[in-house]
């Protein structure tokens, strides 16, 4: 089982506002980052740390972190969004890695 | 540009062994700590292995510890998984990816495009 929990599906309308959330007691502790995944494709990296976008990912992907939770914001969301979304981050033991079990979004 | 080609997956019958590589290139490999990541196919991200840029700090998967070695080797850009006593849930593509931390908190910045490996009689 997963030390980080997500939804298995979210879905939000086309130019709308959809946010996606990461739980774990780790996170008290460490930031979560994030990665999109289309079918047939690696991961691809979107939001890490505090907020930080790589190069080339749009500035509609945001995030935020309270408490247990990790939030990752998709404001105005566009059909090339859809994909599967995991976060990520260190397990309470600090020498671990984990994956939280992703979210499906669909963009109607 | 950065690239990371992983290969050496295939079929292999469940207590086999199979070693995988990843070739790194476009950037200073000696320098970055790397990742083993796997996906059973329809399934989510698995962490599998991580090994820093000196190849002092291993950390494992409880699911594969005792049966996987990490290694690399900073001359050849090179990393490696060593798969013993496979079963067939480890049957998954397996991605290396390179590790990079903010205060503490890894992300995996590049990702290769993965090999599949699977374990089947």
């Known amino acids: 089982s997963s030390e980080l929990t997500q939804d298995p599906a979210v879905s939000v309308a086309l130019g709308q506002t959809v946010r996606i959330t990461c739980q774990g007691d780790s996170l008290r502790s460490y930031y979560a980052s994030w990665y999109q995944q289309k079918p047939g494709q690696a991961p691809v990296l979107v939001i890490y740390?505090?907020?930080n976008r790589p190069s080339g990912i749009p500035d509609r992907f945001s995030d935020s972190s309270s408490g247990n939770t990790a939030s990752l914001t998709i404001t105005g969301a566009q059909a090339e969004d859809e994909a599967d979304y995991y976060c990520n981050s260190r397990d309470s033991s600090g020498n671990h890695l984990v994956f939280g079990g992703g979210t499906k979004l669909t963009v109607l | 540009e950065v690239q990371l080609v992983e290969s050496g997956g295939g079929l292999v019958q469940p207590g086999g062994s199979l070693r995988l590589s990843c070739a790194a290139s476009?950037?200073?490999?000696?320098?970055?700590?790397m990742n083993w990541v796997r996906q059973p196919l329809g399934k989510g991200l698995e962490w599998v292995s991580y090994?820093?840029?000196?190849?002092?700090?291993?950390y494992y998967a409880d699911s594969v510890k005792g049966r996987f070695t990490i290694s690399r080797d900073n001359a050849k850009n090179s990393l490696y998984l060593q798969m013993n006593s496979l079963r067939d849930e480890d049957t998954a593509v397996y991605y290396c990816?390179?590790?990079?931390?903010?205060?503490?908190?890894?992300?995996?910045?590049?990702w290769g495009q993965g090999t599949l490996v699977t374990v089947s009689s």
């Open positions: 476009g950037f200073s490999f000696s320098s970055y700590s």
């Open positions: 740390g505090q907020n």
């Open positions: 990816a390179r590790t990079r931390w903010y205060i503490g908190s890894p992300y995996f910045d590049n």
């Open positions: 090994i820093n840029s000196d190849n002092d700090t291993i």
